[in-house]
Nanobody, 124 residues
Framework: QLQLAESGGGLVQPGESLRLSCVGS????????IGWFRQAPGKEREGVAC????????DYAESVKGRFTISRDRDKNTVTLEMNSLKPEDTGVYYC?????????????????WGQGTQVTVSS
């Protein structure tokens, strides 16, 4: 069974950092496109960071550029989202997703495998 599991969410104050991890089980993430998405209450799900399979070229939403970094650890079959200088508007449930085509876009359309999500709350 192909599964993804996120971890690392929590409650932090504005300006602080969090590191989210997405671990794959039942398959290798190496050549899958990976995306991180978030959904705040009452808002649509949005893509915040993604990485193509293979050469792992990253892309970011404008709202997180310069603050978030997506990276891949092939040995641990994990994709990490490092989030710095967090803002209250970064609050939401964060999901990772895998795209077998390897495209790895900020659109949710190509992703067939999704994790259960991890809550991130940024509040003073």
């Amino acid at each position: 069974q192909l599964q993804l599991a996120e971890s690392g969410g929590g409650l932090v104050q504005p300006g602080e950092s969090l590191r989210l991890s997405c671990v794959g089980s039942g398959f290798s993430l190496d050549y899958y496109g990976i995306g991180w998405f978030r959904q705040a209450p009452g808002k649509e799900r949005e893509g915040v960071a993604c990485m193509r399979g293979g050469f792992s070229i990253p892309d970011y939403a404008e709202s997180v550029k310069g603050r978030f970094t997506i990276s891949r650890d092939r040995d641990k079959n994990t994709v990490t989202l490092e989030m710095n200088s967090l803002k209250p508007e970064d609050t939401g449930v964060y999901y990772c997703a895998a795209d077998a085509s390897g495209r790895g876009t900020l659109s949710a359309e190509p992703y067939a495998i999704w994790g259960q999500g991890t809550q991130v709350t940024v509040s003073s």
